[in-house]
C-alpha cells in the first residue's frame, strides 16, 4: 500500500465524484488531505460522511484568489478537479465556463508558481478535446476541440505546459474516459452518462440513448483513483499527459441495456440525436491507455459488468447518498 503519511494534499472540487473517492483512498494512505469546494448544501456532504472528521474542508471557489493563495503552498500535491463538466452548457454559457474552467486552475497554477516550494499540480483534462478523431486515441493525437469545453479544457493544459517549462511548477495531465461508480451525481447530465443511466435505473424511468449510439469507453472509479495515486507519487510522470482508458468500447445503447439488466429497473428508449447534441458529436471513441501503463504500471482493473454491479450495490446499500444525488 502507498505511503502518503505527513504528505499534504489539497482536493479542489473536492466533494465531487472523483474528488471525494480520491480523498477517502489517501485518507487511508495516511495523508494529510484537504478538500477545497462550494458547500451549498449538507445534501453535499454525505458523500463524505464516513471521512469528514479526518479531512479539512475548506468552503471556497476556485476563482478566489485569496483562498487559492492561501491553501496551495502549504501542500505536496494538488489534485485540480473542479469544472464544469457539461458540454452543452459551456456552449450556452461560455463566460462562465471560461471563469471557472479557465481562471480556476490558472490561479493554482500561479499560486504554485508563487511558493518557495511549489507543489506538484495533477491537472484532469478529457478525452473531449480532441473532437472527432478517426481512429484510435493516444496521447499522440493533436487536440482539436469541436466545442467551448474543449477549447477551454485544451488551453488549461497549455498553461500547465507552460508552467512547467518556465516557472518550475511539477504537472501532470490526465485525459480519462467517461468515468462511472459509486458517489456521482445520478440526477444531471455533466457527470458521466453512465452514472445518469444508474440513477434513471434505479428510479425505474427511462433510459434516454442517442440513435445511432456511438462506441464509448466506461472507467470505474477505483480505477481512476489508482491513476491519481500513481501520478501524484511518481516523478516519471511529470510534465506528461496520459490518456485514460480500457480498451474495451462499449455502444451507448448496449451500455444502457446492461445497466438495466444489472439494476433489474428501468428501460431503454432509442430517440434520435437532439440538434443540441448533434452539432457536438464526437462519433465512436477507443483509446490505447498504453503509454501509462507502459510507464507507470497503471491499467484498469474493473471491467464494466463487474464496474456496474459494484455502482449499483452501492447506491442501494447506501440510500442518504442515493437520495442526496438524486
Known sequence: MPDWTNQKVLITGGLGFTGSNLARRLVDYDADVTLLDIVRSEDKLATIEDIS???????????????????????????????????????????????????????????????????????????????????????????????????HKRTVEDYCDLYTRIKDVPTTVLRPANLYGPGAPLYATGYGI?????????????????????????????????ALIRVGEDDRAIDETYVLGTGDPRSMKEAAELVVETAGSGSVELVPWTDTWQEIRRGDVVTDPSKIEEQLGWSAEVDFEEGLKRAIEFYRENPNILEANS
Not at 111 to 136: C, E, F, I, K
Not at 201 to 226: G, K
Open 53 to 151: 472528521n479526518e479531512v479539512e474542508i475548506v468552503d471556497a471557489d476556485v476563482r478566489n484568489e485569496e483562498a487559492i493563495e492561501r491553501h496551495v503552498p502549504d501542500a505536496d500535491v494538488v489534485y485540480h478537479l473542479a469544472s464544469k463538466t457539461s458540454r452543452p452548457a459551456a456552449n450556452e454559457n461560455p463566460r462562465e465556463n471560461l471563469d471557472v474552467n479557465c481562471r480556476g486552475p490558472l490561479n493554482v497554477l500561479e499560486a504554485a508558481a508563487g511558493s518557495n516550494d511549489p507543489p506538484r499540480v495533477v491537472y484532469v483534462s478529457t478525452q473531449a478535446l480532441l473532437g472527432n478523431v478517426d481512429g484510435t486515441i493516444d496521447e499522440s493525437v493533436e487536440p482539436d476541440p469541436i466545442d467551448i469545453y474543449g477549447i
Open 194 to 226: 453512465v452514472n445518469q443511466f444508474i440513477g434513471d435505473a434505479l428510479r425505474d424511468d427511462e433510459l434516454t440513448v442517442f440513435e445511432p449510439s456511438d462506441l464509448r469507453e466506461f472507467l470505474f472509479m477505483t480505477d481512476m483513483v489508482d
